[in-house]
């Protein structure tokens, strides 16, 4: 991806170029905000094996400490991706927060704790009336049911469908069955990299980002994404952008036709996946201004 100097030299809006200006010269009021999954861990079939790039925390550990905070926000619960990025007891993330199922869990890194409601009472009717939806299909022949669904805590339920011989196909044909599921149980469905998860409304990554920055009184923001999980947090950024926050879009473009050609036609700077993420990171730590 060549030097630091050049990477930072990429945003293509003026927006983008002004926010990461910001960014680089009043760091200690930024934010940088980040999604999980296909952001700081390589997409795989299992999510139970994700982890966050080698990469991720020592990255993390120069940059952190010069910006106002660092915030990864997820569908998944906090302690799951807290557990899969690596982040308990690790130097130099004090100023690490993570907000699981999208800004419903909190955990922060100087205090250890994690802070949640109690769970919705839809999710769990909607995930016992799963199995026998997904069985009626016939597209998990070569793996279970029982494979295909993530349960997050409580306060959502996900379906992968990475493991069916035709991944896009069966995806598309859940999309209207498990809005109908959804909504006879309170929920919506909230698209992403064949997976689609059912969870409460009135949550999303954009509420979450846009909430916290206005807690922290954040001067500026990046946020990172992959997929159409991400597009709210995108709309978050370009809101308080025209609210003359400065802003920078970043995509983890990964892979191709699974949402992030989207993305990647909104970013300000598109970088290739977790490892360009790292990269990304270690240039914005070596180029960042330090506190006087």
Request: net charge negative; proline share 9%; glycine share 10%.
């Given at each position: 991806?060549?030097?630091?100097?050049?990477?930072?030299?990429?945003?293509?809006?003026?927006a983008?170029?002004?926010?990461?200006?910001?960014?680089?010269?009043?760091?200690?009021?930024?934010?940088?905000?980040?999604?999980?999954?296909?952001?700081?861990?390589?997409?795989?079939?299992?999510?139970?094996?994700?982890?966050?790039?080698?990469?991720?925390?020592?990255?993390?550990?120069?940059?952190?400490?010069?910006?106002?905070?660092?915030v990864?926000?997820?569908?998944?619960?906090?302690?799951?991706?807290?557990?899969?990025?690596?982040?308990?007891?690790?130097?130099?993330?004090?100023?690490?927060?993570?907000?699981?199922?999208?800004?419903?869990?909190?955990?922060?890194?100087?205090?250890g704790?994690?802070?949640?409601?109690?769970?919705?009472?839809?999710?769990?009717?909607?995930?016992?009336?799963?199995?026998?939806?997904?069985?009626?299909t016939?597209?998990?022949?070569?793996?279970?049911?029982?494979?295909?669904?993530?349960?997050?805590?409580?306060?959502?339920?996900a379906?992968?469908?990475?493991r069916?011989?035709?991944?896009?196909?069966?995806?598309?044909?859940?999309?209207?069955?498990?809005?109908?599921?959804?909504?006879?149980?309170?929920?919506?469905?909230?698209?992403?990299?064949?997976?689609?998860?059912?969870?409460?409304?009135?949550?999303?990554?954009?509420?979450?980002?846009?909430?916290?920055?206005?807690?922290?009184?954040?001067?500026?923001?990046?946020?990172?994404?992959?997929d159409?999980?991400?597009?709210?947090?995108?709309?978050?950024?370009?809101?308080?952008?025209?609210?003359?926050?400065?802003?920078?879009?970043?995509?983890?473009?990964?892979?191709?036709?699974?949402?992030?050609?989207?993305l990647?036609?909104?970013?300000?700077?598109?970088?290739?996946?977790?490892?360009?993420?790292?990269?990304?990171?270690?240039?914005?730590?070596?180029?960042?201004?330090?506190?006087?």
């Open positions: 991806m060549g030097s630091p100097e050049n990477l930072l030299a990429q945003p293509v809006s003026e983008g170029r002004a926010g990461l200006a910001t960014l680089l010269a009043r760091p200690a009021e930024a934010v940088v905000a980040l999604d999980f999954d296909g952001t700081l861990a390589d997409i795989v079939p299992d999510p139970e094996q994700a982890r966050a790039h080698p990469g991720v925390v020592p990255a993390l550990a120069r940059l952190a400490p010069l910006l106002r905070a660092v990864v926000i997820t569908g998944r619960p906090a302690e799951t991706a807290v557990r899969l990025g690596g982040f308990a007891a690790a130097d130099g993330l004090d100023h690490l927060v993570v907000l699981g199922h999208y800004g419903a869990e909190r955990w922060d890194a100087a205090t704790r994690i802070d949640a409601p109690a769970p919705p009472p839809g999710v769990a009717a909607a995930a016992a009336e799963l199995p026998a939806l997904l069985a009626g016939g597209a998990w022949r070569d793996a279970p049911v029982e494979d295909a669904i993530e349960t997050k805590g409580g306060r959502a339920v379906v992968h469908t990475r069916t011989p035709d991944p896009q196909g069966t995806f598309e044909a859940l999309r209207a069955p498990l809005a109908d599921l959804a909504g006879r149980h309170g929920l919506i469905v909230e698209p992403g990299r064949f997976v689609l998860e059912l969870r409460p409304p009135g949550v999303d990554k954009g509420v979450a980002l846009t909430s916290y920055l206005r807690e922290v009184a954040a001067g500026a923001v990046l946020y990172a994404g992959d159409l999980g991400d597009l709210a947090a995108y709309a978050a950024v370009d809101a308080l952008r025209d609210q003359g926050q400065p802003g920078v879009l970043v995509c983890s473009s990964a892979t191709v036709g699974e949402g992030a050609e989207e990647a036609d909104r970013a300000d700077l598109v970088v290739p996946g977790p490892a360009g993420v790292v990269q990304l990171l270690t240039a914005l730590a070596e180029a960042a201004k330090p506190a006087p």
